[in-house]
């Protein structure tokens, strides 16, 4: 393997440190980058004048990847709509009245949620200016609400907040997640607030229209919900419809990949009008031309209507540039193919290079391209359906191995019978597919129709079963693990050693793997020490609930309403729980009574180290019972009690207020303890109150 070979690859890595840079950057040091970024430009023109001299091709280099990486740099700052002029937040504080065009809209739970590009905003002096910038807006489902279309033009009244952080420790930061896409503040619009004006379809809404319409048309032949939910997955990348527990099940096996429309897919959709476009038998200096477009379009339009997701997008360019270069007849080196087609999605949306998608779904390909062939010469079959299997085998097996650690970074968990469920879904994915857009094309023929339809859900069918068959296999998952960025950065560069190994033959990059891997277990060890020694208290946020963590060590328990759902516990605790790699916890009642080793728990009263915690749901039980001084007084459940009453009964260092109280509730306590000089913590705003020693 030639590093040469691979020019693009070459010129991606500083692109990518300098998006990955970006934000830790001072902001006038990247108005500085733009001036280096056009000298170095001038400096390049001129190095490439005649008469300049071979031997400072060094310098030029390093200039150029120099550029690029400032390249990377400036295309995060202006791609951040939060420095555009024309952007209305946080300037606007108070309630303003907003005209916007719906972009994408989901139901989740009882509220609609809309990503809305704005395009006019009146504040309450009734100025009306012109604004650019998108907005998450919640609408109650109502049968307005309902009516609504990508494309729609709305008028609606709100006040806009910015996106909370998350509340408990190690919980998936929402806000961060829509930092990547561009949004950062959301407001909640009452039915009255809102008025539709009109529909005014881009050519993306067109798309969106066609896949509700394809989506109607599965409906239609799949009656049965977990069969059209996975095959609106699998086919147009809808998953609004998946239940939970079909999403476990696929996760849980290693599945899940195939209802993300991928490389996949797309692979597939080429390869089925490559097939039709060569039975046409069509001749002349046009038809490749001709055949080639054909192509680009179909795949283009397959993105779109399926949603134009950071996989999809990622496998329409690389079918693309594939397809080109075999128009025009030329060698196609698959790693600069695949670098080009990043280097172009990066420079149009630097933000997909944080996407879990694009990140994963770039590493899959270079594990199939690369360690899929040395996998699949070790073991030869004679036997046509025993290679075939071993050949599937070895994909998911060379895709499993690159994947791996930002798989257990982002998810901390890991299927054992990906292998199998690779067996079932991949082949599968094709028949689904192809039956799919057959009864698209086909569904308004009676016969022809119907008899895909149940083609289709036979098909659908018979995977989910086999789906929910693997998932029950004792063993079937591995969860709990919890690795840091380091880790995942020595994970990968020992698996660089041991390919620069196996491509150079020289043992210097093995031993270097070998290093890595020795970091990875000193890291892990000196984390398991830390684990052994640590002492912590927590007290969680959930919506009218209470619950407290008590981690000794490695042992847990978890005190806590009776009535709350075990789901909604573990939403709150469980990834905390893994990063302090606890076993799981014992779950007991706020009234009861638990001990530990260096801690006990009477009645709601918490000695634990060196806080004394008391638990208040009744302010009658603080008449009733004696009560020593306190720590932290924790008030659950909205109880009524006054802050100047409770210091009467009970002296206490820091006020604690949970998400069991209303918000209007907490807010009244934490004036009256700013008024009383009090320290107070209150989950709902302040996150989850965590005390370590």
Not at 656 to 678: C, N, Q, T, V
Request: glycine share 8%; charged share 15%.
């Amino acid at each position: 393997m030639n590093w040469r070979e691979f020019p693009l690859a070459r010129l991606l890595l500083p692109l990518l440190l300098g998006i990955g840079t970006e934000g830790v950057v001072p902001e006038w040091l990247q108005w500085g980058a733009l001036s280096i970024l056009i000298s170095l430009l001038a400096l390049l023109a001129f190095w490439q004048r005649p008469g300049w001299r071979f031997s400072r091709r060094w310098w030029f280099g390093f200039a150029t990847h120099f550029w690029f990486f400032l390249l990377g740099f400036l295309l995060v700052h202006f791609h951040d709509e939060r420095r555009r002029p024309s952007y209305p937040f946080p300037a606007l504080a108070e309630e303003a009245l907003f005209l916007g065009r719906v972009n994408t809209l989901e139901p989740t739970g009882s509220k609609l949620r809309l990503s809305v590009g704005l395009q006019s905003v009146a504040d309450t002096s009734g100025v009306l200016r012109k604004v650019a910038g998108r907005l998450l807006v919640y609408l109650d489902i109502t049968s307005q609400a309902r009516q609504l279309q990508p494309g729609d033009l709305i008028l609606f009244d709100a006040v806009v907040l910015p996106v909370p952080p998350p509340l408990n420790p190690r919980a998936f930061d929402y806000r961060r997640y829509l930092h990547y896409q561009n949004t950062h503040y959301q407001a909640f619009v009452d039915e009255e607030n809102w008025k539709l004006l009109e529909h005014r379809p881009s050519f993306a809404n067109r798309a969106q229209q066609l896949r509700h319409a394809c989506l109607r048309v599965l409906q239609r032949h799949l009656p049965t919900k977990n069969e059209y939910a996975v095959a609106a997955a699998l086919i147009l990348g809808y998953k609004a419809e998946l239940s939970d527990e079909t999403r476990n099940a696929y996760a849980h096996t290693g599945a899940m990949h195939v209802l993300a429309v991928s490389g996949l897919h797309v692979g597939i959709i080429q390869l089925l009008l490559s097939f039709l476009l060569g039975r046409l038998r069509l001749s002349g200096p046009y038809w490749p031309v001709v055949r080639t477009v054909l192509l680009l379009a179909s795949i283009w339009a397959f993105a779109m209507i399926t949603g134009a997701s950071p996989s999809v997008l990622r496998a329409a360019t690389l079918f693309s540039f594939l397809s080109v270069g075999q128009a025009l007849q030329r060698y196609t080196n698959i790693y600069n193919t695949l670098a080009a087609s990043a280097f172009l999605l990066l420079c149009i949306d630097p933000y997909l290079l944080y996407n879990i998608g694009f990140q994963l779904s770039y590493l899959a390909v270079l594990g199939i391209v690369y360690f899929q062939p040395i996998l699949y010469r070790q073991w030869y079959i004679e036997n046509r359906v025993g290679d075939y299997l071993w050949k599937l085998l070895a994909v998911s097996l060379a895709a499993q191995l690159t994947t791996l650690p930002l798989s257990l970074f982002y998810f901390h968990q890991f299927p054992l019978y990906f292998w199998l469920s690779g067996l079932v879904v991949v082949p599968a994915a094709a028949l689904i597919l192809s039956s799919g857009l057959a009864l698209f094309v086909l569904h308004l023929m009676p016969f022809a129709g119907m008899a895909i339809g149940k083609l289709l859900y036979g098909i659908t069918w018979m995977v989910n079963a086999l789906i929910f068959l693997i998932q029950q296999i004792p063993g079937s998952l591995l969860e709990g693990f919890w690795i840091g960025p380091w880790l995942v950065g020595l994970m990968y560069l020992s698996l660089l050693g041991i390919v620069a190994g196996r491509e150079t033959r020289k043992f210097k990059w093995v031993l270097g793997a070998l290093a890595c891997l020795q970091g990875i277990a000193a890291l892990n060890a000196v984390r398991s020490v830390q684990v052994e020694k640590q002492r912590v208290l927590t007290v969680y946020h959930i919506p009218r609930a209470t619950a407290l963590g008590v981690y000794e060590g490695r042992d847990a328990a978890l005190f806590c309403n009776e009535k709350l759902a075990r789901q909604q516990l573990e939403y709150a605790c469980r990834n905390h729980q893994w990063y302090l790699r606890a076993r799981p916890p014992a779950r007991l009642a706020l009234t009861g009574n638990g001990d530990g080793r260096s801690w006990w728990f009477r009645d709601g009263a918490l000695q634990y180290g060196p806080h004394r915690l008391l638990a208040v749901e009744d302010r009658r039980l603080l008449s009733a019972m004696s009560v020593p001084d306190v720590d932290i007084l924790l008030l659950c459940n909205g109880v009524d009690a006054g802050l100047e009453e409770l210091r009467q009964k009970v002296n206490f260092r820091l006020l604690l207020i949970d998400g069991s109280s209303p918000p209007w509730k907490a807010h009244r306590w934490m004036e009256e303890a700013r008024e009383l000089g009090i320290d107070c913590h209150y989950t709902g705003e302040d996150g989850a109150w965590v005390g370590e020693w």
